[in-house]
């Protein structure tokens, strides 16, 4: 099992979550202090509250960043070393790198849609000309970039995992017990393959035993 796949998918799922609820909040901007402190409410706008050109740029972004992120945790599990489909340890590293071109992508579109929709709001706020109800950031931009930042680090984790299932398996070395002492003074001689044991005792002169 790779750790380095499990935060991956750690990273990716978690960054889906949190793409899925910015998609689904109504707090992508709401009514400054100010005006708050006069009126004593509250008013916020998502992406399904409004008909605006860019309002809809940003919501074709964010449901292709859910779509997106929804098939890379698919990808994800079949990638993965520990599941039991998706092949050999080659097809599953394709898998696993194409789950995190898949994330990258849904993190770009995320990032892309909430930075679009933050561009708007900043520009109306400080325009001098602009007259009309002026909105701050909301909680739903700040998710919606945590969880691009998320699908794009785990994705760019899937893509450097391909490496590990494609390590080839390591190889056992088989014990073949010690060498023997009479094998330790066997000599070759030339290529014919013919050994010769020597005595030792042989080796000295009678002389020397006296």
């Known amino acids: 099992m790779s750790r ?11 960054g889906f979550g949190a793409l899925v609820a910015a998609t689904a909040s ?10 708050s402190v006069i009126t004593a409410t509250w008013v916020y706008q998502g992406l399904w509250m409004n008909c605006a050109g860019y309002i809809q740029a940003c919501r074709g972004l964010m449901i292709a960043a859910v779509s997106l992120g929804f098939f890379g945790s698919i990808f994800a599990l079949f990638g993965m070393k520990c599941t039991k489909v998706g092949g050999s340890d080659k097809a599953k590293a394709k ?5 995190g071109i898949v994330f990258i992508l849904s993190g770009l579109c995320s990032m892309t849609g909430c930075s679009l929709y933050a561009n708007k709001i900043t520009t109306e706020f400080f325009d001098p000309l602009y007259v009309e109800q002026k909105y701050e950031l909301g909680a ?3 998710i919606g970039w945590a969880g691009a930042s998320l699908c794009i680090i785990g994705g760019v984790i899937f893509c450097f995992s ?12 088989a014990y073949n017990g010690a060498t023997s002492v009479l094998s330790s003074r066997t000599k070759y001689h030339g290529a014919g393959g013919d050994f010769k044991t020597t005595n030792p005792s042989k080796q000295f002169d009678k002389n020397a035993y006296v």
């Open 26 to 35: 109504n707090e992508w901007k709401v009514t400054t202090r100010a005006s």
């Open 95 to 99: 898998i696993a790198c194409l789950a």
């Open 4 to 14: 380095a796949q499990i935060s991956a998918l750690v990273f990716g799922v978690g």
């Open 140 to 142: 739903a931009l700040f």
């Open 162 to 173: 391909i490496s590990d299932n494609t390590k080839p398996p390591r190889m056992g070395y």
